[in-house]
């Protein structure tokens, strides 16, 4: 627990690295895009195709196939749970909150705090999430916002989704890739924690503490990702004979920050984009705190 409480420091020390970084006029929006794109394209997807090369054993392909399970159903009623609590409010800002109780950050922020609480394996418990992630925001996300854009080339495209397709085929296969490209893989993949970690400093630079406290539906909807829907996850895994770190990476997952999708799906479709992304760098700033309080009580 002290190793893993140690890594998340130093992730919290790379994220004021972020917010210095932003203050100084060093990172501003259309850089902060650029390095997203880098992040996500590119750095993710080698750090997953190389951390899915490991032996084989079936206690992690159990594991995987339950991490699979539990993320159908937890993104699933947080689907559920996010539409009766959220279905009287006006159509715009309904629309976020609702996508915003169903989405967590399971890549941008999950595959960088999983290594660190896991080590290797944990890249591919949260690729695992991520996976489940990919489908539903392309399904019922884009249903949710009520438009027309659900395509299998939507779904299929995604670089870290491919990868964690490639992944798999690779652990259960037991093929490898040559030397060369792991070392690339390697040293790419290597900047993902903390490119993520920059990325996510620069956004809590620009954040108004004063804003989120004036909108009552900020808050409810960061306590609700934060504490109310891992807590949920948790308690309904107590009724399971599970192995701990599925567990708690299940609870961790769930208590993310609320996902990026959502402020590019409200900044495409025009639906509240300045709430949006007032939700998710709140989420993000105060989730330093209740990851924290997760890792410990889980």
Not at 21 to 27: D, G, H, L, M
Not at 57 to 67: D, E, P, R, T
Request: with cysteine; proline share 4%.
């Amino acid at each position: 627990m002290a190793a893993a409480l140690n890594q998340v420091l130093i992730l919290i020390l790379i994220i004021v690295v972020g917010f210095v970084a932003a203050r100084v006029k060093i990172i501003d929006a259309a850089t902060r895009a650029r390095l997203s794109e880098l992040l996500l394209l590119v750095c993710t997807p080698m750090q997953v195709l190389l951390a899915f090369q490991m032996d084989y054993s079936q206690q992690l392909a159990v594991q995987m196939a339950q991490l699979a399970v539990i993320g159908v159903a937890g993104f699933g009623a947080s689907a559920v749970i996010g539409y009766f609590l959220w279905r009287k409010k006006p159509e715009a800002r309904r629309k976020v909150l609702w996508l915003s109780a169903m989405l967590s950050n399971c890549g941008f922020m999950g595959i960088p705090v999983f290594k660190g609480v896991f080590g290797d394996v944990g890249v591919v418990y949260a690729s695992i999430f991520v996976l489940v992630f990919t489908v539903y925001t392309w399904t019922l996300g884009v249903a949710i916002m009520g438009v027309k854009g659900a395509t299998w080339k939507n779904i299929v495209l995604q670089p870290a989704l491919i990868a964690c397709v490639a992944g798999v085929v690779l652990f259960l296969t037991q093929w490898r890739l040559p030397g060369q490209i792991n070392a690339v893989l390697q040293s790419v993949g290597d900047m993902t924690t903390p490119l993520a970690m920059i990325i996510i400093g620069s956004l809590i630079a620009e954040i108004e503490l004063k804003g989120i406290l004036s909108d009552k539906d900020i808050p409810l909807s960061i306590g609700l990702r934060l504490l109310v829907l891992p807590a949920l996850m948790w308690a309904a895994l107590s009724f399971f004979d599970l192995p701990r770190d599925v567990v708690k990476a299940s609870v961790l997952i769930m208590g993310m920050p609320i996902a990026t999708n959502t402020v590019l799906f409200a900044t495409r479709y025009d639906c509240e984009p300045h709430f949006a992304g007032t939700l998710v760098v709140g989420s993000t700033l105060f989730s330093m705190l209740t990851l924290a309080f997760w890792m410990i009580v889980v």
